[in-house]
């Protein structure tokens, strides 16, 4: 007999996904789910318009809107990597998209495992 593991969203396996039952009725090491994301409070960023917590995938970017001082709206480039985001100032859209944006901001967040 076996079990096949999964894990939710924004989290990945740690260890083998299946677990198998041994002929003396014991089982195999089961594995964890660790957390693979940031969280941005956006409330924590003035630059950001406040639109309460959002999740970012470890490795991914994602533009969040700037506080809205310019006729045209700004956007800050997310950035989540091995548990630090990284914020870029805010830009215009078309600059965000052409990766024209620098990274100015860094804060480390806790993965739980």
Not at 48 to 65: A, C, H, I
Request: hydrophobic content about 30%; charged content about 25%; aromatic content about 12%.
């Amino acid at each position: 007999m076996y079990l096949k593991y999964a894990c939710n969203s924004y989290y990945r396996c740690v260890g083998h996904k299946t677990v198998v039952c041994h002929s003396d009725g014991t089982w195999s090491d089961v594995p964890s789910c660790r957390a693979t994301y940031c969280s941005v409070d956006t409330r924590q960023y003035p630059e950001l318009q406040p639109d309460g917590v959002k999740y970012v995938n470890d490795g991914e970017k994602v533009s969040m809107r700037c506080v809205d001082d310019w006729l045209t709206p700004y956007f800050s480039v997310v950035r989540c990597t091995d548990g630090i985001i990284r914020l870029s100032e805010c830009c215009m859209w078309i600059t965000t998209k052409l990766d024209g944006c620098s990274g100015t901001l860094m804060k480390r967040t806790m993965f739980t495992e």
